[in-house]
T-cell receptor, first 112, second 114 residues
Framework: QQQVKQSPQSLIVQKGGISIINCAYE??????FPWYQQFPGKGPALLIA?????SEKKEGRFTISFNKSAKQFSLHIMDSQPGDSATYFC???????????FGTGTRLKVLA | DAGITQSPRYKITETGRQVTLMCHQT?????MFWYRQDLGHGLRLIYY???????DKGEVPDGYVVSRSKTENFPLTLESATRSQTSVYFC?????????????FGPGTRLTVT
């Protein structure tokens, strides 16, 4: 019940295309869903996050879609750029515990 | 420098040796975390700490020891390193305030156990 399942494991997208990464969870107590971006040799950094009281959150080219009934959430990167090439992690948290459960990561490569 | 730092950035050690990875943060964050990152497993929590002298196990604590005598430091010790502990280790911190606050990650330590 504590798992967060992330797919795909890797993704190759052409410049200007849409990148979509999906995550699914089981624990209905989770109430915070961040996405982290990690460049090679660096630590993960928060990209965008959502709470289950909204179905979508957009920040620039990055959008989280959240489906509470299906217990799924996804990251959409519009107009993908080579600079978006990185590993993306979804996570889930019950804010009362302060801990994150991370997905296994998606390695995104955007071709120029 | 402000932020969260880790040392060393790279470490090679032999099986059976003790090794300590250091983590320091300048924000006075209450919570600190240690993760390991392995291909196919993502980020897995090893130990975390809610405050000085308060620590608790995460998902994969076996073979690791932590301490937190000061709020700003959270060292991770491998008492007798094994090859399966070859990994990239990340330290993170966050405020102790209730609610959905960000975890800030350090730059990582790449540890190789030969």
């Amino acid at each position: 019940q504590q798992q967060v399942k992330q797919s795909p494991q890797s993704l190759i997208v052409q410049k200007g295309g849409i990148s979509i990464i999906n995550c699914a969870y089981e624990n209905t107590a989770f109430d915070y869903f961040p996405w982290y971006q990690q460049f090679p040799g660096k630590g993960p950094a928060l990209l965008i996050a959502i709470r289950p009281d909204v179905s979508e959150k957009k920040e620039g080219r990055f959008t989280i879609s959240f489906n509470k009934s299906a217990k799924q959430f996804s990251l959409h990167i519009m107009d993908s750029q080579p600079g978006d090439s990185a590993t993306y992690f979804c996570a889930a948290s019950n804010s009362g515990t302060y801990k994150y459960i991370f997905g296994t990561g998606t390695r995104l490569k955007v071709l120029a | 420098d402000a932020g969260i730092t880790q040392s060393p950035r790279y470490k090679i050690t032999e099986t059976g040796r003790q090794v300590t990875l250091m983590c320091h943060q300048t924000w006075s964050h209450s919570y600190m975390f240690w993760y390991r990152q392995d291909l196919g497993h993502g980020l897995r929590l090893i130990y975390y700490s809610a405050a000085a002298d308060i620590t608790d196990k995460g998902e994969v604590p076996d073979g690791y020891v932590v301490s937190r005598s000061k709020t700003e430091n959270f060292p991770l010790t491998l008492e007798s390193a094994t090859r399966s502990q070859t990994s990239v280790y990340f330290c993170a911190s966050r405020t102790g305030r209730q609610g959905p606050y960000e975890q800030y990650f350090g730059p990582g330590t790449r540890l190789t156990v030969t």
